[in-house]
């Protein structure tokens, strides 16, 4: 029979191994049935609203992007996105240059590289700098494929040229890009989302 002081230390102790024992997590993560490549495609307008005044957003009818993978789970994936027929501040005739995001399975957002919006009509140029851990991705599986829709929030942005102030807006903080988007495995197979 065990004494009082013996059982205290019986508890003691299976307390200590239990603190130190990592607890299991289901950290999100996205499933891919092999490696190789992965594309995107927009399902709708892909906006970029910026925080304040009258000069409204940058709209993009299309979007595309591709990626790679040499694993087959993984809690992020990066996708490099070429944006076309662009509008900016009411103004035709936008260039943009491609841009690398980062989606993790948790809905944070990365800008991996620059994306340069030009305006030659309103003389500025707005630049995305890379920055990290914007919320929020919203993803659901959709028959092999994964349906992401972007409502992130925070991003910084720059704007310089003659018409910053007058046809452009200044440098911000808070613009939200938004739009929803389909992902699938190039040459078959599936990718699925699990939360």
């Known amino acids: 029979m065990f ?7 019986a508890f003691a102790a ?10 299991t997590s289901s950290a999100a993560e996205f499933k891919w049935s092999a490696t190789g490549s992965f594309a995107s495609k927009a399902l709708q307008p892909q906006v970029l609203t910026l925080a304040s005044g009258p000069y409204g957003s940058v709209k993009c009818t299309s979007a595309s992007g ?3 993978l040499t694993s087959t789970d993984y809690s992020q994936f990066e996708l490099t996105v070429s944006y076309s027929g662009c509008t900016a501040f009411g103004f035709q005739g936008v260039q943009t240059t491609a841009v690398k995001y980062r989606y ?9 590289t620059p994306l340069t919006v030009s305006v030659p009509f309103a003389a500025c140029t ?19 494929r994964i349906i992401f829709e972007n409502a992130v929030g925070g991003i910084a942005y720059t704007t310089e ?12 903080s808070n ?5 929803s988007n389909e992902l699938e495995r190039v040459g078959g197979g599936s990718v699925y989302w699990q939360p």
């Open 3 to 9: 004494s009082r002081s013996r059982l205290f230390l």
């Open 14 to 23: 299976a307390a200590a191994l239990m603190a130190v024992i990592p607890a």
């Open 66 to 68: 591709q990626g790679g």
């Open 104 to 112: 993790h399975a948790d809905g944070r957002f990365d800008v991996v």
């Open 126 to 144: 707005l630049t995305i700098k890379p920055q990290a851990n914007r919320t929020a991705v919203q993803y659901a599986n959709n028959g092999g």
């Open 161 to 172: 040229g003659a018409g910053v102030g007058q046809l452009c807006p200044a440098s911000g």
């Open 175 to 179: 613009a939200t890009l938004t739009g």
